[in-house]
């Protein structure tokens, strides 16, 4: 099985930075596609930024300039780098990882809350 361990998730005020990672485990068999996604109350899970096997990476029109995501792949590890956070970016912050036809594994979600 598959397991996605997320931790970096914390209170922030408006301006500020933070890290998120993402330590993935189990039966992987070489790089897949990964990302993060979040959820703020009352509203949709989105995408916020995802990176391909080969390294490419695709972000939200909403955090493109200010968020960067990035991967370890000896340490099946992703991060996502947050800088000039807003209160808009609160919410809950999910890891994803694509086994292809396996399907998707999520992490357990890490909560960001940024202040006026």
């Known amino acids: 099985q598959v397991q996605l361990v997320e931790s970096g998730g914390d209170l922030v005020q408006a301006g500020g930075s933070l890290r998120l990672f993402c330590a993935a485990s189990?039966?992987?068999?070489?790089?897949?596609?990964m990302g993060w996604y979040r959820q703020a109350p009352g509203k949709l899970r989105e995408l916020v930024a995802l990176?391909?096997?080969?390294?490419?990476?695709n972000y939200a029109d909403s955090v493109k300039g200010r968020f960067t995501i990035s991967r370890d792949n000896a340490k099946n590890t992703v991060h996502l780098q947050m800088n000039s956070l807003k209160p808009e970016d609160t919410a809950i912050y999910y890891c994803?990882?694509?086994?292809?036809?396996?399907?998707?594994?999520w992490g357990q979600g890490t909560q960001v809350t940024v202040s006026s």
């Open positions: 994803k990882l694509d086994l292809g036809w396996r399907g998707n594994y």
């Open positions: 189990g039966s992987i068999f070489g790089i897949n596609t």
């Open positions: 990176i391909t096997s080969g390294g490419s990476t």
